[in-house]
């Protein structure tokens, strides 16, 4: 393949992807420290045009799992006297984009039936519309904690 004078040829993109953040402490920091992490990997990926609908789709379920570590009155709920750590992955197969938040918090996301007024709970329904129904999640296994999941079609 002949490159023109000054031009740079775009890398070739092998395919499977992935990339995880190191653990974040479950704090209000991490949905921004996810969004950043996906505005830095899409690019790469040869994906730029999925930045905006997997940031907030990765804000939406990263900010559930902050919540979920947290009590009522806001504090950290500890695991086994450790601050709660949540893990931000992005995989693709080349056809799929799957954004996996992984949180160490007992319970299971409910979607719910939000008022228009309501200051929360409307992000599951927003990551089901975006993802079109393609999201859910798992429990970790040998290990307090879930994994949530949601895959946006590439192209």
């Known amino acids: 393949m002949i490159i023109p004078s000054g031009q740079v040829a775009a ?20 949905p921004g420290t996810a969004r950043a992490h996906v505005r830095a990997v899409l690019p790469g990926w040869g994906l730029a045009d999925l930045i ?16 979920a570590s947290t009590s ?6 500890y695991v086994n006297g450790r601050m709660p750590v949540i893990r931000v992955c992005l ?7 799957l954004v996996e938040v992984h949180d160490q918090a007992l319970g299971v996301p409910v979607v719910r039936d939000a008022a ?15 993802t079109v129904g393609q ?15 949601a895959a946006l079609s590439i192209g």
């Open 11 to 30: 890398p070739r993109i092998a395919w499977p992807l992935s990339s995880a953040l190191p653990p974040l402490g479950a704090l209000t920091s991490a």
């Open 52 to 67: 905006e609908v997997c940031e907030l789709v990765t804000s939406e379920l990263t900010t559930n799992a902050v919540k």
């Open 72 to 77: 009522p009155g806001g504090g950290l709920l």
């Open 91 to 97: 995989l693709s197969d080349g056809s799929r984009l």
């Open 116 to 130: 228009v007024d309501a200051v929360s709970g409307r992000g599951l329904p927003m990551v089901h519309a975006l």
């Open 135 to 149: 999201w859910g999640w798992r429990i970790a296994p040998a290990k307090p904690g879930k994994c949530v999941w």
